[in-house]
């Protein structure tokens, strides 16, 4: 029975059939037509492992054995630079031991401990000996994506995207930046991303005041805020003033305009004076209204 998984010179792994460290060159014992399993006692439930291993909580030995016990929960000579199982460097000296300091095992860069004990590539997924998974997938919270900008001239979806100035279309949501295409009659784009009728006073899906041009700031996560607002109201990441979106006009040739546009500069009608027209004649009507009902009365 022979212990060591890993080189006690540089720390590199070993197998049974290994003489010499593939690491350093240092010699192993091991012989290249050894069968010998390699004796790692474990703490606890370690896993399954690619080479043959003696599985047995005991040590035999004719001399007392000194050991401590590594943080992947092995146990190792107390003599031994590197660790047992997975390889990792114990001890910076032996004069770090007289003072008692206590550290955690330090891994190269390149290198993920599992907690199987096996050492893996940073590249590596899941574990190579046990499968267990490596790395997390869910996605952390960066407070500040919302000024990572992509574009220096940015334009900003009501989803919450960035797209370069340019663009047609949303690259998250497929909506429509420049152009809605062919409508009945000029619209009100509210900051909800819903289109209105020119006269209504209160957008129809979010209640939001039409008759005067509404700002929010979008957050990354795509919720919309104030814009007297410094974090954003769902995730609480600081907010960006450059991703605000405005209400828009929409021409009835679809051309998408800034709130104060006087004339359409795809099919030049005078965008202006058609929504004078066309809320003169509500308010008209609303009176007229207004004067049957009381004629009624």
Same mark, same amino acid.
């Given at each position: ?7 006690k ?11 010499y ?17 390699i ?27 000194k ?12 003599d031994n ?47 190579e ?10 996605v ?5 994506s ?8 940015? @334009?900003?979806?009501? /989803?919450?995207?960035? %797209? #370069?100035?340019? *663009?047609? +279309? &949303?690259?998250? !949501? $497929?909506?429509? =930046? ?6 009945n009659d000029?619209? @009100?784009?509210?900051? /909800?991303?819903?289109? %209105? #009728?020119?006269? *209504?006073d +209160? &957008?129809?899906? !979010? $209640?939001?005041? =039409? ?42 040739c ?9 004339y ?24 007229l ?9």
């Amino acid at each position: 029975m022979h212990a060591g998984n890993y080189c006690k010179v540089c720390g590199h792994r070993i197998l049974p059939n290994e003489p010499y460290c593939t690491g350093c060159g240092a010699k192993t014992g091991n012989d290249a037509s050894n069968e010998t399993c390699i004796l790692t006692p474990p703490i606890h439930n370690i896993g399954f492992f690619n080479f043959p291993i003696d599985f047995s909580p005991y040590i035999i030995t004719n001399s007392d054995f000194k050991y401590d016990i590594c943080s992947c929960g092995y146990l190792n000579d107390i003599d031994n630079e590197f660790c047992y199982m997975c390889g990792a460097k114990r001890s910076e000296s032996k004069l770090s031991r007289i003072f008692k300091r206590k550290s955690k095992p330090k891994f190269s860069i390149d290198n993920v401990l599992c907690e199987c004990g096996a050492v893996n590539s940073k590249e590596n997924v899941y574990c190579e000996m046990c499968g267990k998974q490596l790395k997390d997938d869910t996605v952390k919270k960066d407070n500040y994506s919302n000024f990572n900008l992509e574009f220096k001239d940015s @334009i900003f979806c009501y /989803c919450g995207e960035e %797209n #370069e100035k340019f *663009s047609m +279309f &949303c690259r998250n !949501c $497929g909506r429509p =930046l420049r152009n809605y295409g062919s409508l009945n009659d000029i619209a @009100i784009l509210c900051t /909800c991303s819903t289109l %209105n #009728e020119i006269t *209504s006073d +209160f &957008c129809i899906e !979010c $209640g939001t005041n =039409l008759k005067r041009e509404d700002k929010k700031i979008v957050c990354v996560c795509g919720h919309h805020n104030s814009p007297n607002l410094r974090f954003c109201e769902d995730c609480d990441r600081p907010l960006n003033p450059q991703r605000n979106v405005k209400t828009k006009i929409v021409c009835s040739c679809g051309e998408i305009l800034d709130w104060d546009s006087d004339y359409c500069p795809n099919c030049g009608k005078n965008v202006k004076m058609r929504i004078i027209h066309k809320n003169s004649v509500k308010s008209t009507v609303r009176s007229l209204k207004d004067m049957f009902k009381e004629g009624l009365k």
